[in-house]
Protein backbone atom coordinates (compact mmCIF):
# COMPACT_ATOMS: atom_id res chain seq x y z
CA UNK A 1 0.00 0.00 0.00
CA UNK A 2 0.79 3.14 -0.84
CA UNK A 3 2.03 6.00 2.35
CA UNK A 4 2.41 8.97 1.65
CA UNK A 5 4.34 11.40 4.72
CA UNK A 6 4.70 15.25 5.86
CA UNK A 7 7.09 15.86 8.63
CA UNK A 8 6.90 19.36 9.05
CA UNK A 9 3.19 20.15 10.96
CA UNK A 10 3.79 23.35 11.21
CA UNK A 11 5.42 26.25 9.48
CA UNK A 12 5.78 29.61 9.61
CA UNK A 13 7.73 32.51 7.23
CA UNK A 14 7.43 36.19 6.89
CA UNK A 15 5.22 37.36 3.86
CA UNK A 16 7.50 37.54 0.51
CA UNK A 17 9.97 34.80 1.50
CA UNK A 18 10.34 31.54 0.51
CA UNK A 19 9.22 27.90 1.74
CA UNK A 20 9.49 24.38 0.81
CA UNK A 21 7.28 22.07 2.04
CA UNK A 22 8.40 18.29 2.60
CA UNK A 23 7.04 15.29 1.33
CA UNK A 24 7.91 11.41 1.32
CA UNK A 25 5.94 8.78 -0.27
CA UNK A 26 6.86 5.20 -0.34
CA UNK A 27 5.72 3.19 -3.43
CA UNK A 28 6.68 -0.15 -5.62
CA UNK A 29 4.80 1.52 -9.07
CA UNK A 30 6.79 3.12 -11.84
CA UNK A 31 4.26 5.20 -13.47
CA UNK A 32 2.06 7.54 -11.02
CA UNK A 33 0.30 11.25 -9.83
CA UNK A 34 1.73 13.33 -7.44
CA UNK A 35 -0.06 16.65 -6.07
CA UNK A 36 -0.04 19.41 -3.77
CA UNK A 37 -3.62 20.25 -2.56
CA UNK A 38 -4.25 23.70 -0.81
CA UNK A 39 -6.99 23.49 2.06
CA UNK A 40 -7.71 26.90 3.55
CA UNK A 41 -9.25 27.49 6.67
CA UNK A 42 -12.93 26.81 6.37
CA UNK A 43 -12.40 26.34 2.75
CA UNK A 44 -12.57 23.66 0.09
CA UNK A 45 -9.58 21.86 -0.91
CA UNK A 46 -7.72 22.98 -4.40
CA UNK A 47 -4.94 21.49 -6.56
CA UNK A 48 -2.00 23.76 -6.28
CA UNK A 49 0.31 21.68 -8.38
CA UNK A 50 0.45 18.19 -10.13
CA UNK A 51 3.27 15.96 -11.64
CA UNK A 52 3.33 12.90 -13.57
CA UNK A 53 6.27 10.29 -12.45
CA UNK A 54 7.06 9.72 -16.24
CA UNK A 55 7.77 13.38 -16.20
CA UNK A 56 11.89 14.62 -15.68
CA UNK A 57 10.65 17.87 -15.26
CA UNK A 58 9.78 19.68 -12.34
CA UNK A 59 5.99 20.82 -12.37
CA UNK A 60 5.82 25.07 -12.20
CA UNK A 61 2.79 27.07 -11.40
CA UNK A 62 3.60 30.68 -11.07
CA UNK A 63 4.91 30.95 -7.79
CA UNK A 64 4.68 27.38 -6.83
CA UNK A 65 6.99 24.82 -8.08
CA UNK A 66 7.93 21.42 -7.61
CA UNK A 67 11.39 19.39 -6.70
CA UNK A 68 10.44 15.60 -7.56
CA UNK A 69 13.21 13.22 -6.79
CA UNK A 70 11.72 9.94 -7.36
CA UNK A 71 14.75 7.75 -7.01
CA UNK A 72 14.38 9.27 -3.05
CA UNK A 73 10.65 9.03 -3.39
CA UNK A 74 11.02 12.53 -2.49
CA UNK A 75 8.48 15.88 -3.58
CA UNK A 76 8.90 18.95 -2.24
CA UNK A 77 6.88 22.31 -2.59
CA UNK A 78 8.30 25.72 -2.98
CA UNK A 79 6.32 28.70 -2.33
CA UNK A 80 8.36 31.70 -3.73
CA UNK A 81 7.22 35.53 -2.83
CA UNK A 82 4.69 33.73 -0.45
CA UNK A 83 1.41 35.47 0.22
CA UNK A 84 -0.71 35.92 2.96
CA UNK A 85 -3.13 34.22 0.76
CA UNK A 86 -0.90 31.62 1.26
CA UNK A 87 -1.76 31.04 4.98
CA UNK A 88 -3.54 27.30 4.52
CA UNK A 89 -3.12 23.50 5.13
CA UNK A 90 -0.88 22.22 2.56
CA UNK A 91 -1.73 18.08 1.67
CA UNK A 92 0.72 15.81 -0.64
CA UNK A 93 -1.22 13.17 -1.86
CA UNK A 94 -0.62 10.20 -4.31
CA UNK A 95 -2.64 8.55 -6.87
CA UNK A 96 -1.71 5.49 -8.77
CA UNK A 97 -1.90 6.05 -13.05
CA UNK A 98 -3.64 2.68 -13.39
CA UNK A 99 -6.85 4.29 -13.00
CA UNK A 100 -7.48 3.52 -9.16
CA UNK A 101 -7.43 7.30 -8.79
CA UNK A 102 -7.51 6.78 -5.15
CA UNK A 103 -5.80 9.58 -3.93
CA UNK A 104 -3.89 9.07 -0.59
CA UNK A 105 -2.88 12.04 1.19
CA UNK A 106 -0.06 12.91 3.64
CA UNK A 107 -0.99 14.23 7.37
CA UNK A 108 -0.57 17.86 6.38
CA UNK A 109 1.05 20.87 7.00
CA UNK A 110 0.26 24.07 8.02
CA UNK A 111 1.58 27.29 6.72
CA UNK A 112 1.19 30.20 8.00
CA UNK A 113 2.24 33.69 6.36
CA UNK A 114 2.59 36.72 9.11
CA UNK A 115 2.61 40.22 7.59
CA UNK B 1 -19.13 25.30 -14.36
CA UNK B 2 -20.43 24.20 -11.39
CA UNK B 3 -18.16 22.53 -8.88
CA UNK B 4 -19.10 20.02 -6.88
CA UNK B 5 -21.89 20.48 -4.16
CA UNK B 6 -22.51 19.22 -0.88
CA UNK B 7 -25.14 19.83 1.64
CA UNK B 8 -25.60 20.28 4.37
CA UNK B 9 -22.50 22.27 5.14
CA UNK B 10 -22.91 21.67 8.96
CA UNK B 11 -24.64 19.19 10.89
CA UNK B 12 -25.02 18.86 14.81
CA UNK B 13 -27.15 16.11 15.87
CA UNK B 14 -26.77 13.60 19.09
CA UNK B 15 -25.27 10.61 19.52
CA UNK B 16 -27.66 7.43 18.33
CA UNK B 17 -29.11 9.88 15.50
CA UNK B 18 -28.95 8.90 11.93
CA UNK B 19 -27.80 12.07 9.69
CA UNK B 20 -27.13 11.84 5.86
CA UNK B 21 -24.57 13.88 3.65
CA UNK B 22 -25.82 14.36 -0.20
CA UNK B 23 -22.88 15.46 -3.26
CA UNK B 24 -23.84 16.22 -6.65
CA UNK B 25 -20.25 15.75 -8.82
CA UNK B 26 -19.33 18.37 -11.36
CA UNK B 27 -21.29 17.27 -14.66
CA UNK B 28 -19.69 14.94 -16.37
CA UNK B 29 -17.14 13.20 -13.50
CA UNK B 30 -17.77 9.60 -13.19
CA UNK B 31 -15.67 8.97 -10.46
CA UNK B 32 -17.13 10.18 -7.11
CA UNK B 33 -15.59 9.74 -3.50
CA UNK B 34 -16.55 10.15 -0.20
CA UNK B 35 -13.34 10.87 2.06
CA UNK B 36 -13.32 11.56 6.09
CA UNK B 37 -11.26 14.15 7.23
CA UNK B 38 -10.95 14.41 11.00
CA UNK B 39 -9.46 17.88 12.61
CA UNK B 40 -6.11 18.72 11.39
CA UNK B 41 -5.51 15.56 9.30
CA UNK B 42 -5.44 14.07 5.98
CA UNK B 43 -8.49 13.27 4.21
CA UNK B 44 -9.09 8.98 4.11
CA UNK B 45 -10.99 7.15 1.80
CA UNK B 46 -13.92 5.99 2.71
CA UNK B 47 -15.47 4.86 -0.57
CA UNK B 48 -15.00 5.55 -4.21
CA UNK B 49 -17.80 4.91 -7.27
CA UNK B 50 -17.16 4.74 -10.53
CA UNK B 51 -20.66 5.29 -12.30
CA UNK B 52 -23.12 3.75 -10.06
CA UNK B 53 -20.81 1.12 -8.90
CA UNK B 54 -19.14 1.29 -5.35
CA UNK B 55 -15.75 0.11 -6.66
CA UNK B 56 -13.31 0.55 -3.23
CA UNK B 57 -15.67 0.70 0.15
CA UNK B 58 -13.12 -1.11 2.21
CA UNK B 59 -12.99 1.85 4.17
CA UNK B 60 -16.25 2.17 5.00
CA UNK B 61 -17.27 1.14 8.54
CA UNK B 62 -20.15 -0.69 6.83
CA UNK B 63 -22.01 -1.25 10.30
CA UNK B 64 -23.29 2.36 10.60
CA UNK B 65 -22.17 3.77 6.87
CA UNK B 66 -23.95 3.78 3.96
CA UNK B 67 -23.76 5.15 0.31
CA UNK B 68 -25.37 4.72 -2.45
CA UNK B 69 -25.41 6.21 -5.75
CA UNK B 70 -28.29 5.87 -7.86
CA UNK B 71 -28.04 6.70 -11.07
CA UNK B 72 -24.06 7.20 -11.60
CA UNK B 73 -24.72 10.70 -10.48
CA UNK B 74 -25.71 12.19 -6.75
CA UNK B 75 -24.64 10.88 -3.90
CA UNK B 76 -25.76 10.19 -0.52
CA UNK B 77 -23.53 9.09 2.31
CA UNK B 78 -25.31 7.98 6.09
CA UNK B 79 -24.39 7.02 9.43
CA UNK B 80 -26.99 5.40 11.59
CA UNK B 81 -26.47 5.26 14.28
CA UNK B 82 -24.17 8.62 14.74
CA UNK B 83 -21.15 7.85 17.60
CA UNK B 84 -18.95 10.52 19.24
CA UNK B 85 -16.06 9.41 16.94
CA UNK B 86 -17.47 10.41 14.17
CA UNK B 87 -17.56 14.15 14.44
CA UNK B 88 -15.15 15.19 11.70
CA UNK B 89 -15.05 16.74 7.62
CA UNK B 90 -17.03 14.61 5.18
CA UNK B 91 -15.82 15.47 1.86
CA UNK B 92 -17.06 14.25 -1.93
CA UNK B 93 -14.79 14.59 -4.44
CA UNK B 94 -15.24 13.80 -7.98
CA UNK B 95 -12.81 13.47 -11.11
CA UNK B 96 -12.87 11.88 -15.15
CA UNK B 97 -11.04 9.31 -15.56
CA UNK B 98 -7.79 9.58 -16.73
CA UNK B 99 -7.65 6.07 -18.56
CA UNK B 100 -10.15 7.57 -21.23
CA UNK B 101 -7.39 10.23 -22.37
CA UNK B 102 -9.95 13.20 -20.63
CA UNK B 103 -8.95 13.30 -16.71
CA UNK B 104 -5.60 14.26 -15.14
CA UNK B 105 -5.52 12.14 -12.34
CA UNK B 106 -7.24 15.37 -10.31
CA UNK B 107 -10.03 15.26 -7.66
CA UNK B 108 -12.07 18.19 -7.76
CA UNK B 109 -13.34 18.51 -3.90
CA UNK B 110 -16.38 19.77 -2.49
CA UNK B 111 -16.64 22.36 0.47
CA UNK B 112 -17.26 19.80 3.06
CA UNK B 113 -20.25 18.59 5.45
CA UNK B 114 -18.71 19.14 8.75
CA UNK B 115 -20.80 16.81 11.20
CA UNK B 116 -20.85 17.05 15.29
CA UNK B 117 -22.08 14.71 17.27
CA UNK B 118 -23.07 15.73 21.33
Known amino acids: AQTVTQSQPEMSVQEAETVTLSCTYD???????LFWYKQPPSRQMILVIR??????QNATENRFSVNFQKAAKSFSLKISDSQLGDTAMYFC????????????FGQGTRLTINP | EAGVVQSPRYKIIEKKQPVAFWCNPISGHNTLYWYLQNLGQGPELLIRYENEEAVDDSQLPKDRFSAERLKGVDSTLKIQPAELGDSAVYLC????????????????FGEGSRLTVL
Open chain 1, 93 to 104: AFSSYQGAQKLV
Open chain 2, 93 to 108: ASSLDPLRGSGTGELF
Open chain 1, 51 to 56: QEAYKQ
Open chain 1, 27 to 33: TSESNYY
